[in-house]
Structure formats: structure tokens, C-alpha cells
């Protein structure tokens, strides 16, 4: 039975692709910051689908920790499936590097100290997947959000240079562009039905990146056709733009 490691499994996102992967019959190893607060899914999971589901503490900021605690897991998961990400505030951030720190750090730093782990790890074995959770902000830089945007721009550029560096080990990596998202993250925020993904559908979309080894995925594919023409807008008309 393969093995799926899920980072930041507390999310709505990491919930969903834990149901889609448990109902494939894919042993789960739900890691996160106190990971017993996790106790009712884990049960859940196990009796409805009938397989394994451990539970891990993981912090994605405890950057000296990560390599000991991959060493830890038993079994070695097959997949492992980045999920945990910062909004943070980006008014608050323009002013207190804290916050700052905490957005970069969360989607960027965190992310890729414990995938290089697994990916030194999958590289060895000849074999693996990753998955990353990015985002369609990374993909230019906006008034609104550039501190997460430019730390989601790093992470993408990184899942590619990675995916690029794994394809002659065999270690597949798959990049993840929900789009906005229903999620408790965005709660607050008024969303475009139009243009937003439930939970379920980014659960979905990244079993089917696994099972298919798809590289860069749009959870709504319109996404696709909205990035390519605000990618194509100038600089100099771009930088005027209250976005």
C-alpha cells in the first residue's frame, strides 16, 4: 500500500487531499503543528477507508528539525504533498518584518528545507513524487500581496528547478495552482465563484498530477488564460495598475 506524506495536513486543502488520497486506498501520514488536534480525522479516515493513518509533529519554521524528523517516519512515504502556506497581512508586513519573515519563511524558506530532504531522499531510491502547492500570485507581482507573492514566485521557480533536477532519477514533482480557494484562509476575502476552487477540487486536481504525473496543474483552468494576459501586460502600463 503506497504511503502519502501530507505537510500542513490541519488545512481545509490538506483535509481534501487526504479524503481524495484515503479513498484510493493510499496509506496517510498527517503532519502538523500539533498534530494530535488531528486525532478525530485520523480515526475517521482509518474506519471509512480502512487503512493506516499516522499522525507527525511538524513544524515547517523548525528548519534544524526537518531532516530528523523525515528520518523518523516509518514507513517512508512514497508521495509527500506540500501544503501549508502564510496570507499573512500584507499591510502589516510592509511595516513589521515579522510578519514579513513569517510570510516568506511559510511559503518559501519552510517549504523548500523539508522538500529537499524528500527529494534527497526520493533521488536515492530512483523512484517518488512531490507536490507543491504554489499559487497564481506568484506568477507577477501585485500592490496588493507581493510579500506572498514574491515568496509563491520563488516556490514555483524552485518546484520547476527541482522538477527539472529529479526527471533523470525518476522522482516526479508536480506544481499546484488552486487559484483562489475556499478555504478558512480566505474566509474573509470576497471571492469570484467563477474563479475559486473548493477543497475537493484541489484534491482532485493533485491526485490526478500524481497518478498522472502532470507537471504544472490549474485547479480552474481559466487561471491559465488569466496569468498569460496579465503576464503579457507592459511594465510601464502594469506598474499603473491598482491590483
Known sequence: MPTVLILGAASDMAMAIAEKFASKGYALQLAARNAQ?????????????????????????????????????????????CVFGYLGNQEKAMKDWSEAAAIIHSNYTGAVSILNVAANYYAAQGRGSIVGISSVAGERGRQSNYLYGSAKAGFT???????????????????????????????????????????????????????????????????????????????????KMKL
Do not use: C
Not at 39 to 48: H, M, N, Q
Not at 53 to 60: G, I, N, P, T
Not at 171 to 182: N, R
Open 157 to 239: 521557480a524552485y518546484l520547476s528547478g527541482l522538477r527539472n533536477r529529479m526527471y533523470a532519477s525518476g522522482v516526479h514533482v508536480a506544481t499546484i495552482q488552486p487559484g483562489f480557494a475556499y478555504t478558512r484562509m480566505t474566509e474573509h476575502l470576497q471571492l469570484p465563484p467563477l474563479l475559486t476552487a473548493t477543497p475537493a477540487q484541489v484534491g482532485e486536481a493533485v491526485y490526478k498530477a500524481v497518478t498522472h504525473k502532470k507537471n504544472t496543474v490549474y485547479v480552474k483552468g481559466i487561471w491559465r488564460w488569466i496569468m498569460l494576459i496579465i503576464r503579457s501586460i507592459p511594465e510601464f502600463i502594469f506598474k
Open 37 to 81: 488536534r488531528l486525532e478525530p480525522v485520523k480515526s475517521d479516515l482509518a474506519i471509512r477507508y480502512n487503512i493506516p493513518v499516522q499522525l507527525a509533529e511538524f513544524d515547517a519554521l523548525s528548519f534544524d528539525a526537518h531532516v530528523l524528523f523525515f528520518d523518523h517516519l516509518s514507513p517512508k512515504p512514497d508521495i509527500t504533498i
